[in-house]
C-alpha cells in the first residue's frame, strides 16, 4: 500500500528554526509537495522536490533523498503567523497526489 | 483574478436530505479534485476529473456523486447514503493530471449534518 508519515504535532518558539520530516512509500514516485494549512482553510502551495537536493525559498526549505523516501520542511526564524498545519503530499506513478495526515505545529513566544 | 471559488462556506442539512457543494475554477485547469477533510487526518480523495464529461472515483467515493459537464464546474453531491458526511470538503484543480501537477484549492466548504 502507499503511505506517507508525518509527525503528529511540533512545538517549536518564535525565532527558531524547526524541521518537519516527511518518510513515505508510494507506488512510483513523480515529485513531492509542501503545503501550509491554516485552521480551517485551504492548503496553499509552499514547496516542489523532484529531484534530490535543497531547493530554498526565502524562510523556507525543502529537501529530498528519494533513495531513502525521506523530505523534510525546514522552516527558519519561526513567526507566528508560522501556526499552521503543514501537509507533505507525494505524486505517484499516476500522478495521483497522496498525502500524509499533516503536522501541526505550535509556535510559542 | 484567476481561482477557484466554493458556495457556499458553512452549510448545515438535515440527515437524510442530498445535498449539492458547488465548485467554479477560472484558472483554465483540465483537471479538478474533490477531498474530504476530517479533524487530525489528512485529504482524502472523493472523485477526480481529468477531462470534461469523464471523472474517477476516488479513495472514498461511496455516497457521493459528481459532474462534470463544463471545464469550470465540478459540483459534488453528498448523498443521503454517506454515513457520515459532516466534514471540511475542499475542492482543487490542476492544470492537467501528469508531469507537474500541483493542486491550486477553493476556500473550502464545511457541511454539518444535523
Known amino acids: 500500500g502507499q503511505n506517507i508519515d508525518q509527525p503528529t504535532e511540533m512545538t517549536a518558539t518564535e525565532g527558531a528554526i524547526v524541521q518537519i520530516n516527511c518518510t513515505y512509500q508510494?507506488?512510483?514516485?513523480?515529485?513531492l509537495f509542501w503545503y501550509q494549512q491554516h485552521a480551517g482553510e485551504a492548503p496553499t502551495f509552499l514547496s516542489y522536490?523532484?529531484l534530490d537536493g535543497l531547493e530554498e525559498k526565502g524562510r523556507f526549505s525543502s529537501f529530498l533523498s528519494r533513495s531513502k523516501g525521506y523530505s523534510y520542511l525546514l522552516l527558519k526564524e519561526l513567526q507566528m503567523k508560522d501556526s499552521a498545519s503543514y501537509l507533505c503530499a507525494v505524486s505517484d506513478s499516476n500522478y495521483q497526489l497522496i498525502w500524509g495526515a499533516g503536522t501541526k505545529l505550535i509556535i510559542k513566544p | 483574478d484567476g481561482g477557484i471559488t466554493q458556495s457556499p462556506k458553512y452549510l448545515f442539512r438535515k440527515e437524510g436530505q442530498n445535498v449539492t457543494l458547488s465548485c467554479e475554477q477560472n484558472l483554465n485547469h483540465d483537471a479538478m479534485y474533490w477531498y474530504r477533510q476530517d479533524p487530525g487526518q489528512g485529504l482524502r480523495l472523493i472523485y477526480y476529473?481529468?477531462?470534461?464529461?469523464?471523472?474517477q472515483k476516488g479513495d472514498i467515493a461511496e455516497g457521493y456523486s459528481v459532474s462534470r459537464e463544463k471545464k469550470e464546474s465540478f459540483p459534488l453531491t453528498v448523498t443521503s447514503a454517506q454515513k457520515n458526511p459532516t466534514a471540511f470538503y475542499l475542492c482543487a484543480s490542476s492544470i492537467g493530471a501528469g508531469d507537474y501537477n500541483e493542486q491550486f484549492f477553493g476556500p473550502g466548504t464545511r457541511l454539518t449534518v444535523l
Open positions: 522536490n523532484v
Open positions: 508510494t507506488s512510483g514516485f513523480n515529485g
Open positions: 476529473s481529468q477531462i470534461v464529461n469523464d471523472f
